[in-house]
């Protein structure tokens, strides 16, 4: 399996109560799942995957997998707190349909485990083992404390059952040197650039494909990026930055940085495809005036368009 281009990392719309709207999840995979998607990442951050139970995490990938078919690669987010709960919610994932299971890091690894190698092999092993799926890693920013070293990552890179890293370091200098010692390290595994608010440097570094919850709502300015990026066209890759710009600060510029996928949200539904912008706690509704900002963005970036497609 290869992973690359443009993968959309999805929200999962709340009904009033905090159940899940499955109607509303459905309407909203027609309009994100379109040409130029490559793959579908389900249980992450953007789709709230840390507020889930296990049932509904399973639940996600059973009806995501019935949408979409088998034509696309099914990705699923395994957040956990120990090695062993991450072994069981892959053989879940698995058993329901995902192909990859994407990890993210254990929370004791902000103690230096991320920059310890036997630490972060053994996770990955184990999982791997354990649960027999492949597995792509998710690359924390290095601010967070949870960001592996590079070298690090080679290691993890060169491991069997490693597909990808998706690569949110939010650091330029620590992509680009990731991007250049994995590409020597093992070339086959994939770069997906996911540092969110620099879409047109990270393509321009170079990278394998772009994994965003971004695509959620945007899918395809994101395509049409990445489409340039792979041809070399540099003026393409600015023109198509110039018009995902403003949408990019108006959801990720604005403090705090926690509610970026609630906005989503709030755009979503201002273009009628889901009902409800309501995340789970701890995760609160945005202020009105961010909601003013979003939509009006929303308005004059002419998302509207994509709905007739």
Same mark, same amino acid.
């Given at each position: 399996?290869?992973?690359?281009? %443009? @993968?959309?990392?999805?929200?999962?719309?709340?009904?009033?109560?905090?159940?899940? #709207?499955?109607?509303?999840?459905?309407?909203?995979?027609?309009?994100?799942?379109?040409?130029?998607?490559?793959?579908?990442?389900?249980?992450?951050?953007?789709? !709230?995957?840390?507020?889930?139970?296990? #049932?509904?995490?399973?639940?996600?990938?059973?009806?995501?997998?019935?949408?979409?078919?088998?034509?696309?690669?099914?990705?699923?987010?395994?957040?956990? /707190?120990?090695?062993? !709960?991450?072994?069981?919610?892959?053989?879940?994932?698995? +058993?329901?349909?995902?192909?990859?299971?994407?990890?993210?890091?254990?929370?004791?690894?902000? =103690?230096?485990?991320?920059?310890?190698?036997? @630490? %972060?092999?053994?996770?990955? +092993?184990?999982?791997?083992?354990?649960?027999?799926?492949?597995?792509? %890693?998710?690359? /924390?920013?290095?601010?967070?404390?949870?960001?592996?070293?590079?070298?690090?990552?080679? #290691?993890?890179?060169?491991?069997?059952?490693?597909?990808?890293?998706? !690569?949110?370091? =939010?650091?330029?200098?620590?992509?680009?040197?990731?991007?250049?010692?994995?590409?020597?390290?093992?070339?086959?595994?994939?770069?997906?650039?996911?540092?969110?608010?620099?879409?047109?440097?990270?393509?321009?570094?170079?990278?394998?494909?772009?994994?965003?919850?971004?695509?959620?709502?945007?899918? +395809?300015?994101? @395509?049409?990026?990445?489409?340039?990026?792979?041809?070399? #066209?540099?003026?393409?890759?600015?023109?198509?930055?110039?018009?995902?710009?403003?949408? %990019?600060?108006?959801? /990720?510029?604005?403090?705090?940085?926690?509610?970026?996928?609630?906005?989503?949200?709030?755009?979503?539904?201002?273009?009628?495809?889901?009902?409800?912008?309501?995340?789970?706690?701890?995760?609160?509704?945005?202020?009105?005036?961010?909601?003013?900002? @979003?939509? !009006?963005?929303?308005?004059?970036?002419?998302?509207?368009?994509?709905?007739?497609?």
């Amino acid at each position: 399996m290869i992973l690359n281009d %443009v @993968v959309v990392a999805t929200i999962l719309p709340f009904a009033p109560d905090l159940s899940i #709207d499955w109607a509303g999840y459905e309407r909203f995979l027609g309009y994100c799942v379109r040409p130029g998607i490559s793959a579908v990442f389900v249980n992450g951050h953007a789709g !709230e995957g840390a507020s889930l139970t296990p #049932d509904e995490r399973v639940e996600v990938i059973r009806r995501t997998r019935a949408v979409i078919g088998r034509t696309r690669p099914l990705l699923a987010g395994i957040i956990a /707190y120990s090695t062993a !709960e991450a072994v069981r919610q892959a053989r879940e994932a698995r +058993d329901a349909g995902a192909e990859v299971a994407v990890l993210f890091p254990l929370p004791q690894f902000a =103690g230096g485990g991320a920059a310890d190698p036997a @630490v %972060v092999l053994d996770y990955v +092993d184990r999982v791997i083992d354990g649960a027999g799926l492949p597995v792509s %890693v998710f690359q /924390y920013p290095i601010a967070s404390g949870l960001g592996f070293s590079t070298p690090v990552l080679v #290691d993890v890179a060169r491991r069997p059952g490693v597909l990808a890293i998706k !690569e949110g370091s =939010g650091d330029i200098r620590a992509y680009e040197e990731n991007w250049r010692a994995v590409k020597q390290a093992a070339p086959e595994v994939a770069i997906l650039a996911s540092n969110f608010d620099w879409f047109l440097a990270q393509a321009a570094i170079g990278a394998d494909g772009i994994l965003s919850g971004l695509a959620s709502l945007t899918p +395809d300015l994101l @395509v049409e990026l990445w489409r340039a990026a792979q041809a070399g #066209d540099l003026r393409a890759m600015r023109q198509a930055d110039d018009r995902l710009h403003p949408v %990019v600060r108006a959801i /990720y510029g604005a403090r705090p940085l926690m509610d970026m996928h609630t906005r989503i949200k709030v755009a979503l539904r201002h273009l009628g495809v889901i009902g409800c912008a309501l995340p789970r706690p701890p995760l609160l509704a945005v202020a009105e005036a961010t909601e003013r900002v @979003v939509t !009006e963005t929303v308005d004059r970036a002419g998302l509207r368009a994509a709905l007739a497609v």
